[in-house]
C-alpha cells in the first residue's frame, strides 16, 4: 500500500470517529434533557471533536486527490 491510501484509509477512520462523535453529543443530550439538566460543556466538546475530525477527514481526502 502507498502512502496516499494509508492517507485515504485514515481519513475514513476519521469519518467514522466523527459520525460518533455527533452521536455522543446527540445521545447524551438526549438523555440529560430528560434528568432536567443539559450539560452544554460536554455538548459542545463533543461537538467540537467531530467537526474537527470531520475537518481534518477532509483535508486528508483533498490530499489524495
Not at 466523527?18 to 466538546?45: H, M, P, Q, R
Not at 467531530?50 to 489524495?64: D, E, W, Y
Request: aromatic share 12%.
Amino acid at each position: 500500500m502507498n502512502k496516499d491510501q494509508w492517507l485515504r484509509d485514515f481519513a475514513d477512520l476519521l469519518i467514522n470517529l466523527s459520525a460518533g462523535w455527533f452521536g455522543a453529543a446527540f445521545i447524551v443530550s438526549s438523555f440529560t434533557e430528560s434528568l432536567g439538566n443539559i450539560n452544554i460543556g460536554l455538548l459542545i466538546l463533543n461537538g467540537g471533536f467531530g467537526i474537527l475530525f470531520l475537518l481534518v477527514a477532509h483535508m486528508l481526502r483533498i490530499k489524495t486527490l
